[in-house]
């Protein structure tokens, strides 16, 4: 779903509205670690065992993805400026990587 929204939301954006500079940047940003998130995701699920870490990767990932890129899909594509929860966001996707930091750490990948 993530993949096809990103996809969706890309299109959309570069032939569905005029957008100038700024909100060309915002979009590009926000399509950029949209799509990166989204195949970290697959990775995390192809590769780290169903546990606690990993659903607290994916859900910091989701909430992350929902917040930073999508405060930026907002302004670039709408009149809404909601800025604030992009640094929010950004938070969410950090705490995504330092969890899978330590899941990594933990998983046994010989067995």
């Known amino acids: ?21 700024r909100q060309q940047g915002w979009l590009q940003l926000a399509n950029q670690y949209h799509f990166y998130h989204t195949l970290a995701l ?21 909430a ?20 604030w929860l992009t640094p929010i966001g950004g938070m969410l996707l950090l705490g995504g990587w330092l969890a899978l930091i330590i899941a990594a750490s933990k998983a046994d990948f010989c067995n």
């Open 1 to 21: 779903m993530s993949g096809l929204l990103a996809v969706l939301l890309g299109a959309f954006a570069s032939h569905g509205v005029q957008l100038d500079g």
């Open 64 to 83: 992350g993805m929902l917040l930073f890129c999508g405060s930026l899909y907002l302004a670039a594509m709408t009149p809404l400026t909601l800025f």
């Open 42 to 62: 697959l990775a995390t699920a192809a590769l780290l065992p169903a546990n606690g870490w990993r659903t607290l990767v994916v859900w910091a990932w989701l």
